[in-house]
């Protein structure tokens, strides 16, 4: 007579791994009960660290294609939460299992085909159900309480750090990971989309936690993380319902880790995240717009697109498609908007002076502070060296014997109040004298930029002008009649001491700001026809 052929399946969540449910004491066990029962095992399936509520798990999705295949004639498991801890999930694969003229034995019991039989399974999956309920409350519970004794709560470090208990939070940096990140942040504050990100990531050799490639997902996720600048966040959704939901703020729980990034650069990498929204979305057009994703309108507020449908090319708002009374038909002809704002910005990387209200005022203007607060800074030193002078003198005189108690105790504190304003009034006046400073060095810098910049500029073609206006400029809001030019130069000055780079290919390429950005503001005078409501 031939033996019965014979699948063993064994499964272990994560959760249970940590309460040392044995997934070798299940197999072993298993090998055991298919030997007693002179079963024949054609074949082991385990699944390690899932939960018994996904059904799509590899190895039980490897033994539902046996068992369709007619491959096996009983599965043998330790019990029916070992197949699922979902009554629905459960009752399908018993089904499933059933069709197929395959049977389910358990340690405790076979199971019975019969009515009675299927009643008792529903019953143990409903068991099931519960007790995983139960697992997801204590394991929620047990996180919630490690994040308020200020410790990452999950079991996998993110990427970036690695698990130590002795480290802030219970998370140690990576360094090389951590490079990646900063190195992540960095590219997208500079303007790339994220699909260039996770591509550039994978031309590397870069490889995340989970997956063999870099997702947008991925990506997107870690910028928005606050676990990056030193504060994680546990506690934050919801996922009770159908749907996760954000809780009240009230109900979070941080807790604080040593930051990869620094709070500038990340909301530098979020608010490009937003600007691209606009920069980079839909089909590519059909003419290279200088302006686009840049243009808004002045009317109403809303953006203002590239039109190449009508004689004569135009920027137009996309409130033209909103219904009455809100409707905006503002547009701009595109051949008169964009070479003035062109021009404007060239002017500004020709002679950087303008940035300030007039000529050459702005370094004045530096200078003479610098003066003031250095002399501020001599006056209030020579004072408090005299209010030194003076208490030391009170000091000694009772030492000597020569100054009573009582006089000293009447004299002594309201030197020491005048010694305690003048040591802050020193260091106030110090801390002006040191922005004066940083002033004339982002002066200085901003002219450096531009010079290196002018040096290529006149070369760029379309596509190059764009991409640079892209870098420098935030918003072109356009009224009729005139157009105001906001932008930010971010100057390479920071503590590691960079420099800019030169163009290449023509296109001005920087280095990630440290601290350092140089506004700009500019209002650029157009003729009636330029626009029209």
Not at 54 to 68: G, K
Not at 129 to 142: D, M, V
Not at 437 to 463: E, M, Q, T
Request: some cysteine.
């Amino acid at each position: 007579m031939t033996a019965r052929r014979a699948a063993l399946y064994a499964r272990v969540s994560t959760d249970e791994q940590v309460e040392k449910y044995g997934l070798d004491a299940q197999v072993t066990e298993l090998r055991a009960l298919a030997t007693a029962r002179q079963y024949a095992v054609v074949e082991e399936f385990v699944d390690e660290g899932v939960s018994g509520a996904v059904l799509d798990r590899p190895a039980l999705t490897r033994l539902r294609d046996l068992v369709a295949a007619k491959g096996v004639d009983v599965v043998l498991t330790m019990d029916a939460d070992r197949l699922s801890r979902d009554l629905v999930n459960h009752l399908l694969v018993l089904d499933e299992l059933t069709r197929a003229g395959v049977g389910l034995e358990f340690p405790s019991h076979t199971v019975d085909p019969s009515a009675e039989g299927q009643f008792r399974e529903q019953v143990l999956g409903a068991v099931a159900q519960l007790e995983r309920a139960k697992i997801r409350s204590r394991t929620a519970r047990g996180r919630r309480e490690k994040a308020r004794r200020g410790l990452h709560p999950t079991g996998k470090a993110p990427f970036g750090y690695r698990r130590d208990e002795a480290a802030v939070g219970g998370l140690a940096v990576d360094p090389d990971e951590a490079n990646v990140v900063r190195r992540l942040f960095e590219w997208v504050a500079d303007g790339a989309a994220i699909r260039a990100v996770a591509a550039r990531l994978d031309a590397q050799g870069v490889t995340p936690r989970e997956s063999a490639r870099w997702s947008r997902a991925t990506v997107r996720k870690m910028l928005w993380s606050d676990l990056y600048t030193g504060t994680g966040v546990y506690n934050r959704l919801d996922k009770s319902g159908a749907a996760a939901t954000v809780r009240a703020e009230s109900e979070w729980i941080r807790y604080k880790v040593t930051p990869i990034v620094s709070v500038g650069l990340a909301e530098r990498a979020r608010a490009q995240l937003d600007r691209n929204k606009h920069l980079l979305r839909g089909r590519p057009a059909r003419r290279v717009f200088l302006l686009g994703g840049l243009a808004v309108c002045g009317g109403c507020g809303r953006r203002m697109h590239g039109d190449t449908r009508r004689a004569r090319t135009t920027y137009r708002c996309e409130g033209r498609i909103l219904p009455k009374p809100d409707r905006c038909n503002f547009r701009a002809f595109a051949d008169d908007l964009e070479p003035r704002v062109w021009d404007a910005l060239v002017g500004v990387i020709q002679d950087p002076d303008i940035l300030a209200p007039t000529a050459r005022a702005s370094r004045l203007g530096i200078d003479a502070r610098r003066v003031d607060a250095a002399t501020e800074v001599a006056e209030l030193t020579r004072a408090l060296d005299k209010v030194t002078t003076n208490r030391n003198r009170l000091v000694d005189l009772y030492v000597d014997g020569r100054l009573d108690r009582a006089d000293l105790d009447a004299r002594e504190p309201k030197l020491k109040a005048e010694l305690d304003r003048l040591t802050r009034a020193v260091a106030e006046a110090q801390a002006r004298v040191a922005v004066g400073h940083a002033d004339a060095d982002r002066h200085a810098a901003v002219v450096a930029y531009c010079k290196l910049v002018a040096r290529g500029i006149a070369r760029l073609d379309p596509a190059q002008r764009q991409a640079f206006a892209r870098k420098v400029l935030t918003r072109v809001v356009v009224h009729e009649g005139r157009v105001e030019v906001e932008g930010v130069f971010n100057l390479a000055l920071g503590t590691d001491g960079e420099k800019p780079q030169q163009p290449q290919g023509g296109v001005m390429v920087t280095p990630s700001p440290r601290s350092n950005h140089y506004s700009l503001r500019l209002t650029v005078d157009l003729g009636e026809p330029a626009c029209q409501g």
